[in-house]
């Protein structure tokens, strides 16, 4: 992998039949999210069922999630981390939030790297922290903001 490198794995088929600029998108949105950071990510576009394994595995909860993001240990440098991304739950949502699917991928993609990058949304502090850099970064690639439903 080349530093500075955004790999793109497609393994469930629906992704890019929903979206066939599906990994345009993730590259656009990674990058946006890594600004000046050189580093290296792996986004995998898969189902439910292998979010939901996955989850189950890491993080003891047995049920798919949009999206989840392994950060690299530092030794493995410049790989900073895989960001994984279940189809079923991502279309579901941006249906579900009246949002196309390319901007909730968008969205849920610069919120992996961030996580990559160490940012983290355990308190209220730190939630609004990182929604307001998701806004900034989302904004520079023409994506609305993904939370103003939910200020209203």
Not at 51 to 61: E, G, I, M, P
């Amino acid at each position: 992998m080349i530093p500075g490198t955004i790999e793109v794995e497609v393994e469930a088929d629906a992704w890019t039949a929903a979206l066939p600029e599906a990994e345009t998108v993730v590259r656009r949105a990674a990058t946006a999210a890594l600004g000046t950071v050189a580093g290296d990510v792996v986004v995998l576009l898969t189902d439910d069922g292998a979010v939901r394994d996955l989850n189950a595995r890491f993080r003891d909860k047995d049920k798919p999630t949009n999206v989840l993001s392994f950060p690299a240990p530092e030794t493995a440098e410049p790989h900073l981390g895989d960001i994984v991304l279940a189809y079923g739950v991502c279309a579901d949502e941006a249906a579900a939030q009246g949002k196309s699917l390319a901007d909730h991928l968008s969205h849920l993609v610069v919120h992996g790297v961030l996580h990559l990058l160490g940012r983290d949304h355990e308190d209220d502090a730190e939630a609004e922290e990182m929604e307001a850099e998701e806004r900034e970064i989302l904004a520079g690639i023409g994506v609305a903001d993904p939370y103003a439903s939910e200020q209203d």
